[in-house]
């Protein structure tokens, strides 16, 4: 069976007044991506082929903004705000080609549910001319109302234009559509504006198109696939809904975690099961956590690669570029940054570690830092395999430590260490007795005067 094409226009040209900001609605994130790649990835999932984006004209943020999560989504401007209707119409172009299936999306609503698009696209394959995603509330006041009849839908009733017995009605309108390719544009055109607001509302096409005896069906999703965004206390609450949503399919991937409702994922977090996470850790974007890791509580971690049965934390930060090997350890207090931890090595305390690489096995003491930044340019340490590092030592990149190399607590290293070697960098240590008990003394009696 050859596969169905699906154009999914996502309309995302509205201000975003409510927001109070000056990044575009929705360009705000969600779980570290844009709303509005949420729906994109939606879409993608549920088998659409080509992406058009409605934006608002002059949305320069938007033109910058999209190409770096969707390329290949043809750009469209609605240079008048008419409604929905007239929104949709500015890809007009893109509805022209021809596509079996429409999926009319706005960029909004990022918990949309992927299968409830594609239970959407299976009705038009089924025969359905439009589909309309609906959804179920106790308290529909406020939302426009599907109106069935046997079986079909028949009208798009907004909550101040229904009848006493229509607003009992608890199936509401989520406003995404799937329409068939080959009715869109024609449904499109009949719409008018006489209303109050002189705008065309792509509702209008239920009533158009059953008046031309076609077949228009509602289909129900649950509530969160029509959660709009409009503030930030809403942008919260959905990102609160994300999170969970995430937290259970982690959990049920064989995934422990103390206190589930502390742990924060990114979109892109990959965790494979037999990971054990402790109570308040972060997860930006770009992480991925191999089996069999420790993740201790407090830890921030981006852009970091987690080998197998490696310890990260507690209290430890992991940036960029942070790649840990098997059985590696990052323990408290530590920050690691574009550096690579080969298997068995060991950061335990009050450590920074950046643009380097620590051999495997080797021990890096607490209170040691890599100098690895002039103000100007970025330089990089390497640590051999098995070398020890004392406590409280400054290495001076470039450098290299050779393998199973010692190098003494309290040193400064500015010279490349040769394997099997000890290096000190510190100061001869000098003891004056008697020395602290008149020190004391002349402090006292300066304190007196």
Not at 115 to 121: I, K, N, V
Not at 238 to 249: G, L, M, T, Y
Not at 284 to 300: D, L, M, N, Q
Not at 302 to 313: K, S
Request: negative net charge; charged residues 25%; glycine residues 10%.
């Amino acid at each position: 069976m050859t596969a169905r094409s699906c154009l999914s226009i996502i309309l995302a040209a509205g201000e975003g007044t409510r927001m109070k900001s000056a990044l575009p609605k929705v360009l705000h994130k969600i779980a570290g991506l844009p709303m509005v790649a949420h729906v994109v990835r939606a879409a993608q999932s549920a088998g659409s082929g080509d992406l058009a984006m409605v934006i608002g004209y002059g949305a320069e943020q938007m033109r910058e903004a999209v190409p770096a999560f969707v390329p290949e989504a043809e750009i469209f401007v609605q240079e008048e705000r008419l409604g929905t209707a007239h929104a949709v119409l500015s890809a007009r172009s893109a509805i022209a080609r021809g596509y079996d299936d429409v999926l009319v999306m706005f960029g909004d609503t990022p918990l949309i549910d992927p299968a409830a698009l594609a239970d959407a696209r299976a009705r038009l394959a089924a025969g359905a001319d439009v589909v309309v995603l609906g959804f179920r509330t106790e308290n529909p006041a406020g939302y426009g109302r599907l109106v069935e009849k046997d079986g079909a839908l028949v009208a798009i009733r907004e909550d101040k234009d229904c009848t006493e017995e229509e607003r009992r009605i608890t199936f509401c309108n989520s406003g995404l559509m799937a329409i068939a390719g080959a009715r869109a544009l024609s449904l499109l055109d009949a719409v008018g504006n006489d209303n109050a607001k002189g705008e065309y509302y792509l509702t209008d096409i239920v009533e158009i198109g059953g008046a031309r005896g076609l077949k228009i069906v509602a289909a129900e999703a649950s509530f969160e696939n029509a959660l709009g965004i409009n503030n930030r206390a809403e942008l919260a609450g959905a990102e609160a809904i994300w999170q969970k949503r995430k937290r259970q399919e982690i959990m049920l991937s064989g995934v422990t975690m103390i206190a589930p409702e502390t742990v924060f994922f990114s979109y892109d977090t990959e965790v494979d099961p037999d990971v054990f996470i402790e109570p308040n850790v972060y997860f930006g974007p770009g992480v991925s956590v191999e089996g069999g890791a420790t993740i201790r509580a407090f830890s921030h971690i981006e852009g970091a690669t987690i080998g197998p049965r490696a310890e990260v934390g507690p209290f430890a930060r992991l940036r960029p570029g942070a790649d840990l090997g098997e059985k590696a350890k990052v323990g408290n207090f530590c920050e690691v940054k574009k550096a690579t931890v080969e298997a068995g090595a060991k950061i335990n305390h009050l450590t920074y570690i950046g643009d380097a690489r620590v051999g495997a096995g080797a021990n890096i003491g607490a209170g040691t830092i890599t100098c690895n930044y002039d103000g100007y340019s970025k330089f990089f340490t390497d640590i051999g395999a098995g070398a020890f590092i004392g406590s409280n030592s400054a290495l001076v990149a470039p450098l290299t430590i050779g393998e199973r190399a010692y190098v003494a607590s309290g040193s400064i290293i500015t010279e490349n260490v040769p394997d099997d070697s000890l290096a000190f960098g510190r100061a001869r240590q000098k003891t004056l007795p008697e020395r602290a008990k008149l020190l004391r003394q002349r402090r006292a009696d300066a304190a007196k005067k």
